[in-house]
């Protein structure tokens, strides 16, 4: 409760698969193309950053642009290159770009699959080109990864053995051709992909020797094609066993540049995935880590294929890798420690670049991006924006849930409708009149907190707060909007061990029903305040090393919006 000494508020804060299963598919819908459901955001430029903004009118309302240190992409160790699958063009370059916004990773690589129906779709069509190339073209240092097949599915009689004779080179000609008149001369070829399992025409079960003469035929003559000496060949199994060890059909040093792998959070090993109802959270997290030990450690596992990779003078990449909610059972769902497990290697081993697979494919869910039917992966899709992105909390109400936050008074903690978008309102009265609610983790150290802020109700002798590094109501960091007496102005405090104390202050023309933009930086001993993206207030301060956030106001109607914290 707010004391009339201005004290704060008192009141504590409670605040690998199984070797050999026939039933291991992975079939991807490459024989056809419909038009998908697309996700659209209201920006076509990744900065002022996407995922801070609710719609455009933010940047309006809140008089000012975005602070340039909220608009990089900030993480905290090396990422190999990003890559996305979201379906194929012509779709797909716009849908590369919204995830890019999404992730806020402006350089982001683009995966799409050719059909397989026919060789005229395998030579590189101008409908699948085109759009690619103009993506390509949009900005530098993007790169298209192209999975080509090495055999239609009609005519039936084609096979790898006739392929081995040189008698398809035409087609991979063309291909090249093509590849190099659209300016994708540097494209990278997922070649025959997946050719470890069964259920592609190309599955090289039994076909080895066909496989790699025929390998060695179709990059022979694409790279003699003027202007594709920059064309990038990968060999790329799926992982595990499958129909053989795939290495068996690695074609040469000379007809490779990159070794890859496709990993998923799949498993047909007796007692893991699917697990029975009522199953215990330990039992799952348990069947889960014994996945992940396998895909890291098992029989062609992650671990593996990093080693042949190197061992080759190859660099290694992740061709496909998602989450995976799959009809039958055998995926390991709302996964968020898979997530962090790939983080840990991609970031801890030589990765030269990873794709998700970001779409509901026929044979499994994988999607993180958001969706119009929401997402199957809550957990998984935050872990992955806070390991990939940078971003640790993002909340626009949207959806009207207040899932991630704790507030001290939840039935005064409100989702109301602000211009038909949803906003997180402390709904003030005379006998409870300071709110706090909180989100994150205590153990987040440096990262910044923003949100939107409108004051719908301004009394004098009123606050507004934006806390960070919030341990229990002794120990935070706080940006407080202060009126006293119709003067309003920043106040930087701390509170350690219940002591508060005033670090700094700035005066401030803040208004009733007006958005503004508020942000408080912590970095090391580092505190400073941004109002509608200008810096205002800057001081040192290493007492709170860690805590989680909070939105909170005492004695007015407050409303907040777009919160994130990166």
């Not at 026939?22 to 950053?49: D, G, V």
């Not at 305040?529 to 007015?556: E, F, I």
């Amino acid at each position: 409760m707010k004391t009339p000494a201005g004290d704060a508020l008192g009141a504590a804060v409670n605040i690998p698969f199984g070797i050999g299963s026939p039933s291991m598919k992975r079939r991807r819908s490459i024989l056809s193309h419909p038009a998908r459901t697309k996700w659209r955001r209201a920006f076509s430029n990744p900065k002022p950053q996407p995922h801070m903004l609710r719609k455009l009118t933010t940047l309006t309302r809140s008089g000012g642009l975005l602070l340039a240190l909220l608009c990089s992409s900030l993480t905290t160790q090396a990422l190999p290159q990003l890559g996305v699958y979201r379906w194929a063009a012509p779709s797909g370059p716009g849908n590369v770009n919204t995830y890019s916004q999404w992730l806020n990773q402006p350089d982001m690589w683009a995966e799409d699959f050719e059909a397989s129906d026919s060789w005229s779709n395998i030579a590189g069509p101008s409908w699948i080109l085109n759009p690619w190339s103009t993506w390509v073209a949009a900005r530098p240092g993007r790169t298209l990864i192209l999975s080509v097949p090495m055999l239609p599915s009609s005519p039936s009689d084609v096979s790898l053995a006739t392929g081995a004779t040189g008698a398809y080179n035409s087609y991979y000609q063309t291909l090249a051709t093509n590849l190099v008149a659209k300016n994708l001369g540097n494209t990278i070829i997922r070649l025959g992909w997946e050719f470890n399992g069964g259920w592609y025409k190309w599955a090289a079960k039994g076909k080895t020797a066909d496989f790699i003469a025929y390998w060695r035929q179709i990059v022979t003559t694409m790279r003699a094609v003027p202007g594709a000496a920059n064309l990038k060949f990968c060999f790329n199994p799926v992982y595990g066993y499958q129909q053989f060890l795939a290495d068996q059909a690695y074609p040469g040093d000379p007809y490779v540049d990159y070794v890859a792998l496709d990993v998923y959070d799949e498993s047909w090993i007796a007692n893991t995935y699917p697990w029975p109802a009522g199953t215990s959270a330990a039992e799952i997290e348990s069947r889960r880590a014994t996945v992940w030990n396998d895909l890291l450690n098992g029989v062609r596992g992650l671990n593996y294929w990093k080693n042949f990779a190197a061992s080759h003078g190859k660099p290694f990449a992740i061709g496909e890798w998602g989450v995976n909610n799959r009809s039958d059972g055998h995926g390991g769902l709302d996964n968020a420690q898979f997530i962090t497990n790939m983080y840990d290697f991609m970031t801890n081993n030589p990765v030269a670049w990873a794709v998700y697979f970001d779409v509901q494919a026929g044979d499994g869910h994988h999607q993180l991006s958001p969706t119009t039917s929401g997402t199957n992966f809550p957990l998984a899709r935050a872990r992955f924006l806070e390991l990939f992105s940078g971003v640790k909390l993002q909340d626009e109400f949207t959806s009207g849930s207040t899932a991630n936050w704790t507030p001290n008074l939840p039935a005064q903690w409100l989702i109301v409708s602000d211009a038909g978008d949803n906003a997180y309102k402390w709904d003030f009265n005379w006998t409870n009149q300071g709110g706090l609610s909180t989100a994150g983790s205590s153990t987040w150290t440096d990262y910044t907190v923003s949100a939107e802020m409108k004051i719908t109700d301004l009394q004098s002798w009123s606050e507004t707060h934006l806390y960070a590094r919030y341990t229990d109501s002794s120990n935070y960091y706080r940006l407080m909007v202060q009126d006293q007496g119709g003067t309003r102005k920043l106040v930087l405090q701390k509170r350690a061990a219940g002591t508060l104390t005033a670090l700094g202050s700035a005066s401030a023309a803040i208004n009733a029903n007006t958005w503004y933009h508020l942000a408080l930086d912590v970095a090391g001993g580092t505190l400073t305040v941004y109002l509608n993206g200008t810096q205002v207030l800057q001081r040192t301060d290493a007492s709170l090393a860690a805590g989680k956030v909070g939105l909170g106001a005492w004695k007015q109607d407050v409303q907040f919006d777009s919160v994130l914290v990166q």
